[in-house]
C-alpha cells in the first residue's frame, strides 16, 4: 500500500470554492513534506514546504493566501486552494521523507502520494 | 540557483535493448544528490535510482545504471534490458546535500517520455 497517502484522488469543483487536499504517512513520521505542481506533460514545480508546528515556506510566485497549507501533526499535511479558479486546474502531489526507510524505495528517495487532479470548473 | 536539464522530450526503444537517457545540471554546491524518478501513466512518482555526488563508482540497481560525470554534470540513466514495464516519464532530479540534516527538496527536469516497443 502506498506510503503516503493522497486524497482525494480527483475533484472537480466550482469557481470560487475551496478544496482541501490531505497527505498522510501511514507509517512513518514526516516532520517535513513538500507540495508540488504538475501541469499537463510538465515537471513538477515546488509550491512550498510545510513543516510540521511551523509556517510553511513558499516559493517565488506562490500565493500564500490562496494555497493554505497546514501541517498539523507529524503524520497529516493539507494544502487546501481557496477561490479556485480554473487556472488552478493541475495535479498536485505531495512528498516526504522516510528515514527510517527499509527499502532502497524509502531509504534513499523521497516518498511521493498518488497525487490529486483537480479541476476547476 | 540549481537547474536540471533533460534535452530528449520522449524516446523509444524496442523491448529488451539498452537506451541511454540523459541529464545534465548546473550547481555550485559541491554536495548533493541526484535521482532519476519514474512516473508511468498513473501518475505515481517511483524512485529509479540515487547517486551520491561524493561517490566516483556510479550507481546501480538491477537493470538501471548511471553514468555520473561531476565535473561535466552529466548524469544519463541506462535502462538494460528494456521491459514493457519501463514505458513512463522519466525525471532527473537534484537535491542539495545539507550536512544539519534538514530536508531539502528535489529540483526537476522536465522529464523524457520513454516508449518501449514490443
Known amino acids: 500500500g502506498a506510503v503516503v497517502s493522497q486524497h482525494p484522488s480527483r475533484v472537480i469543483c466550482k469557481s470560487g470554492t475551496s478544496v482541501k487536499i490531505e497527505c498522510r504517512s501511514l507509517?512513518?513520521?514526516?516532520?517535513?513534506m513538500f507540495w508540488y505542481r504538475q501541469f499537463p506533460k510538465q515537471s513538477l514545480m515546488l509550491m512550498a514546504t510545510?513543516?510540521?508546528?511551523?509556517?510553511?515556506?513558499?516559493e517565488q510566485g506562490v500565493e500564500k493566501d490562496k494555497f493554505l497549507i497546514n501541517h498539523a501533526s507529524l503524520t497529516l499535511s493539507t494544502l487546501t486552494v481557496t477561490s479556485a479558479h480554473p487556472e488552478d486546474s493541475s495535479f498536485y502531489i505531495c512528498?516526504?521523507?522516510?528515514?527510517?526507510?527499509?527499502?532502497?524505495?524509502?531509504?534513499?528517495?523521497?516518498?511521493f502520494g498518488s497525487g490529486t487532479r483537480l479541476t476547476v470548473v | 540557483a540549481q537547474t536540471v536539464t533533460q534535452s530528449q522530450p520522449e524516446m523509444s526503444v524496442q523491448e529488451a535493448e539498452t537506451v541511454t537517457l540523459s541529464c545534465t545540471y548546473d550547481t555550485s554546491e559541491n554536495n548533493y544528490y541526484l535521482f532519476w524518478y519514474k512516473q508511468p501513466p498513473s501518475r505515481q512518482m517511483i524512485l529509479v535510482i540515487r547517486q551520491e555526488a561524493y561517490k566516483q563508482q556510479n550507481a546501480t540497481e538491477n537493470r538501471f545504471s548511471v553514468n555520473f560525470q561531476k565535473a561535466a554534470k552529466s548524469f544519463s540513466l541506462k535502462i538494460s534490458d528494456s521491459q514493457l514495464g519501463d514505458t513512463a516519464m522519466y525525471f532527473c532530479a537534484f537535491m542539495k546535500h545539507d550536512n544539519g540534516g534538514s530536508q531539502g527538496n528535489l529540483i526537476f527536469g522536465k522529464g523524457t517520455k520513454l516508449s518501449v516497443k514490443p
Open positions: 510545510s513543516n510540521e508546528g511551523s509556517k510553511a515556506t513558499y
Open positions: 512528498s516526504a521523507r522516510d528515514p527510517g526507510g527499509q527499502t532502497y524505495q524509502r531509504l534513499y528517495g523521497y516518498t
Open positions: 507509517d512513518f513520521q514526516a516532520t517535513t
